[in-house]
Each structure stands twice: as C-alpha cells, then as structure tokens.
C-alpha cells in the first residue's frame, strides 16, 4: 500500500480527476468534504488544507498525507486502482506465505474474511489481480471502514454480529497494535504479524501472541 499503490493514485490524482464529468466531480468533492466534516478540527489534515477544502486534488493530498481513513477516499483510490490493475501497470503484493496459508485454510474449512481500511473494491481488485493469481475464491468475505475504524473495538463487535459467531470465535491477524488493542477489547483471539518494515512495536502489544509466518497460524514455518 504504502510503497505502491499510494504513490501510484497520486501520480494518477490529476488525470483521474480531469476524466470527471462535472457531475462526478461534484459528487466526489462532496463524499470528500463528509470525510474532512467527520475528524476534529484539529486533526492535520483539516490544518493541512488551510480552509482549502474546496478542491479536489488539495483534499486528496492532505487526507493522505495524514493518513485519514475516509470512506469517499478509499472508494476515489479504488477507481485510481481499478485502472491501473485493468490495465496490467499493477499487481497486488502478497507476502510468499499467503496462498499456501488460504490453501490450508480451505483444507481445514477455516472462514478467512478481510477487514482492511481500503475499500471492499480495492480489496477486491488486490487479490483479484495478486502476483501469484486470482486469490478471492479463497476468501469468505470484505469489511471496510463503512463497518467502522480499525481502532475501535465496536467495529469487531460488529462484523463478529454479521458474521454470527461470537467475538470469542474469531483470530484476528494484523501487523497494527493499535488494531489489535481494539479487537482485543471487543473479545477477539488477537495474533500480532511480525513482518520487516513493521512500526517498531512497543509493551502494548507483549501479551499478544505473535507469528513471523502466517504458516505458524497452522502449525507449520517458521
């Protein structure tokens, strides 16, 4: 995400933009302006911008500059992706232990559903077109941020409530403390994903329990 795709949609930001009808364009300014209207004012993004809230491409760079997680964003980056994956200019990245993991979860007939702060399009579009194939046949289902923010634990509660399983059924895998803290309150079985280029992690997460391969998860790697 971080070394790929978001360089990728602000290098495609202003032409994106500029294929806009008048009305798309609109409609996009204002899904954008509900994502600025729901942080606090003083948030960096909203002191970013400057009062310049007004322009598309201005809004954009702020919000992902400071990393907001807005609904209007994710869907306007999913279009971006949308293109470059239709036209073959990316793949999605997966880490060498993902499909054998999928593959041993089908065996096992282990659920595995994807809550990701990008949109269930661009999660979609990930998998879909990863480099080591189409990945979504393996997958039971996407949340997003429509459910709720990563860091909060109601958002666990609630896809555990769609998903009718109690909160103590579920695992969830993250390489985000924060994230784990949330699901952790909510009730969930929490598994920290070591992986290079982690945040370093501090105390917070030292009663989780721990994986540097997704093979761990099934009893197997290293």
């Known amino acids: ?30 899904q954008l302006q509900q994502d600025i209207h729901k ?8 002191l970013d911008l400057n009062g310049n809230d007004q322009n598309i491409q201005s809004l954009v ?21 949308k293109h470059g994956y239709d036209t073959n200019e990316l793949k999605g990245h997966v880490y060498q232990d993902f499909l054998p993991f999928l593959q041993w979860c089908e065996s096992q007939s282990v659920q595995v559903y994807i809550y990701s702060s990008g949109s269930v399009g661009a999660q979609k579009l990930l998998f879909g077109h990863s480099i080591v194939g189409n990945l979504l046949e393996y997958l039971n289902g996407h949340y997003d941020t429509k459910i709720g923010g990563k860091k909060e634990a109601a958002s666990y509660k609630a896809i555990a409530q769609d998903l009718g399983k109690g909160v103590g059924e579920l695992v969830f895998v993250s390489d985000s403390e924060d994230e784990l803290v949330a699901a952790k309150e909510a009730g969930l079985n929490v598994v920290m994903s070591v992986r290079p280029g982690n945040v370093l992690l501090t105390g917070v997460s030292d009663g989780f329990g721990r994986v540097f391969s997704l093979l761990q998860i099934c009893g197997s790697g290293k």
């Open 61 to 81: 760079r702020s919000m992902m500059k400071q990393d907001v997680k807005g609904t209007g964003l994710k869907q306007l980056q999913g279009l971006i992706w």
């Open 39 to 46: 942080l606090d004012i003083n948030h960096p993004a909203i």
């Open 1 to 30: 995400m971080k070394d790929v795709l978001f360089p990728y949609a602000l290098d495609k930001l202003d032409s994106h933009v500029d294929s806009l009808s008048i009305q798309e364009k609109s409609e996009l300014l204002e």
